[in-house]
């Protein structure tokens, strides 16, 4: 019952996903459209640019901010890559926590000097 209901929510979660498509990438030209702007604004000198540069990213802002259904297409398809992982039964990492002991990363280090 519990792979029925497993599979059953990821067939849900695809269609609304695939049903979806247009907003992700509208979202995704937005992220673009603020990432353009943020990047030409600390490469640019004149003021002109920076305000320039501001509105352009501002625009993307904006636009990515309105945009609710491609943010539900990304919640959807967050769904059926955490499905799919659950059926082949792997472990799904959000954030990999790297070993901050000191003494562990000077090991470490100090075996690649010796190679």
Not at 19 to 35: D, E, I, Q, R, T
Not at 81 to 89: E, G, H, P, S
Not at 106 to 114: M, Q, T
């Amino acid at each position: 019952m519990k792979k029925f209901f497993l599979y059953s929510a990821g067939f849900v979660a695809a269609i609304i996903a695939f049903g979806l498509l247009a907003p992700v990438a509208g979202l995704l030209v937005s992220g673009l459209l603020l990432a353009a702007g943020l990047h030409y604004y600390t490469e640019s000198t004149s003021t002109f640019g920076k305000v320039m540069s501001l509105v352009v990213a501002l625009a993307g802002l904006i636009s990515a901010l309105s945009n609710i259904p491609g943010f539900i297409g990304l919640v959807a398809i967050g769904i059926v890559f955490y499905i799919y992982k659950a059926r082949n039964n792997e472990k799904v990492e959000i954030l990999s926590k790297k070993e901050d002991d000191p003494f562990t990363n000077f090991e470490r280090e100090w075996a690649n000097l010796n190679k």
